[in-house]
């Protein structure tokens, strides 16, 4: 009998901040695998990628603030040729925002 391994596709979120951004690493079915913060550096960014990766194979990144906390985030992603989505913002952002 052979056995097959599968990479299980990952989906990682991340709420960003000044100082630091907090991921959060799902499985295919949105059940939470983990929770931890990373640097805002480019080391930082290494470093969160790597841990979305050993949950598995990541497939997409949502990132909350693309267009301010997020943009190094979303542009290393890029680089790594990940898909990166924009999360949309909470609704105490988009009221304010009107």
Partial sequence: MALTI???PITGGVDT???VHVAAALDPVGGL???AEFPVTPAGY???LSWLGGFG???LVGIEGTGSYGAGLARYLATAGLAARRKAGT???RRSAR
């Fill in 33 to 35: 695998l983990g929770v």
């Fill in 57 to 59: 194979a990541v497939c």
């Fill in 6 to 8: 599968v990479d299980t």
């Fill in 46 to 48: 290494a470093r969160l």
């Fill in 91 to 93: 609704a105490r952002s």
């Fill in 17 to 19: 901040h000044a100082d």
